[in-house]
């Protein structure tokens, strides 16, 4: 697996830790208060269930995970303030944009959800600091990986689009029509493209850049002759005809050793220890106490 692939996962679980810790805790949330055995979530037929029952199910199936990686977070924080531990801005948001850049969900339509990604990339990199905080690596060797894998600290110039696809090149010009006439693209791109998986979401591909094989060369090319909130005419693909918008850009960025001399530094660390970055190698010196009791294997 190479780094990008590795990046693609990491991001990937980030994204699916959240939406599982966010499922489950607003739902206890609202859940809480009167008329908790009375409301009821579904029917089905004579046959309901109520949200006391759902909650349960929940808890059942993610509750141990979710509140594992609650206390992860915690006592990373713990660890890391105990240790005068710190991640600098810079670190968090240059993870940041090579998530948006690599990984299709980082759509701009869920920008409230920023904050805790970025919550998420602090205290893994915090961990990773207090994990290798005693390693010593020499400043050649660091330099040495820097000039041997300069591409990976590359950010490449990537383009947030939104398609819309149709059959045929006269339902493309009939569409290009309805938005010159204020339609909106979302909507469209919901109601009347035929690719359903970015249909569902308004027409979103999320960011792609000239080295993504996701999608047609073309769409890159298209999009650097947008501005942003721009759209195409229409584009030849195998499945018809493609209206690309811009939603957005980040444009790319090559960093010097200096800049990421610190990220260099830890992975080459965490190589040499040859031990899985985990939080729960702290829980005992966090002196964590928790529900589910004192194993280990959990």
């Known amino acids: 697996m190479?780094?990008?692939?590795?990046?693609?996962?990491?991001?990937?679980?980030?994204?699916?830790?959240?939406?599982?810790?966010?499922?489950?805790?607003?739902?206890?949330?609202?859940?809480?208060?009167?008329?908790?055995?009375?409301?009821?979530?579904?029917?089905?037929?004579?046959?309901?269930?109520?949200?006391?029952?759902?909650?349960?199910?929940?808890?059942?199936?993610?509750?141990?995970?979710?509140?594992k990686d609650m206390i992860d977070q915690k006592v990373i924080k713990e660890m890391a303030e105990k240790n005068k531990i710190k991640v600098s801005k810079q670190d968090v948001?240059?993870?940041?944009?090579?998530i948006q850049t690599t990984y299709h969900s980082a759509s701009e339509k869920k920008q409230e959800n920023e904050k805790k990604w970025k919550e998420q990339i602090r205290n893994s990199l915090l961990l990773e600091e207090i994990l290798t905080k005693d390693v010593a690596v020499s400043e050649q060797e660091m330099r040495n990986y820097y000039n041997q894998n300069k591409d990976l600290?590359?950010?490449?110039?990537?383009?947030?689009?939104?398609?819309?696809?149709?059959?045929?090149?006269?339902?493309?010009?009939?569409?290009?029509?309805?938005?010159?006439?204020?339609?909106s693209f979302s909507a469209m791109a919901m109601e009347r493209s035929i690719d359903e998986f970015s249909a569902?979401?308004?027409?979103?591909?999320?960011?792609?850049?000239?080295?993504?094989?996701?999608?047609?060369?073309?769409?890159?090319?298209?999009?650097?002759?947008?501005?942003?909130?721009?759209?195409?005419?229409?584009?030849?693909?195998?499945?018809?005809?493609?209206?690309?918008?811009?939603?957005?850009?980040?444009?790319?960025?090559?960093?010097?050793?200096?800049?990421?001399?610190?990220?260099i530094r830890r992975q080459i660390a965490l190589q040499q220890m040859k031990v899985p970055a985990s939080a729960r190698t702290f829980w005992d010196e966090a002196r964590v106490s928790w529900f589910y009791g004192k194993d280990k294997n959990d």
């Open 2 to 67: 190479n780094t990008k692939q590795l990046r693609l996962v990491v991001a990937a679980l980030i994204l699916v830790n959240f939406v599982t810790i966010t499922i489950f805790l607003v739902k206890e949330k609202r859940a809480n208060g009167a008329g908790l055995k009375k409301e009821i979530v579904a029917t089905i037929g004579t046959r309901e269930i109520s949200r006391k029952e759902w909650l349960s199910e929940l808890e059942a199936r993610y509750g141990k995970e979710v509140l």
């Open 93 to 98: 948001e240059r993870e940041f944009r090579m």
């Open 153 to 183: 600290f590359d950010i490449p110039t990537a383009f947030h689009l939104s398609q819309i696809i149709v059959k045929t090149k006269t339902e493309a010009e009939k569409s290009l029509k309805e938005l010159s006439q204020g339609s």
């Open 200 to 263: 569902n979401d308004g027409g979103d591909i999320g960011y792609i850049s000239k080295d993504d094989d996701r999608y047609p060369f073309e769409y890159v090319q298209t999009a650097k002759n947008l501005k942003v909130g721009e759209w195409s005419m229409p584009i030849k693909v195998d499945q018809g005809y493609a209206i690309l918008k811009l939603e957005g850009i980040i444009k790319g960025e090559t960093y010097a050793f200096q800049d990421v001399k610190e990220e």
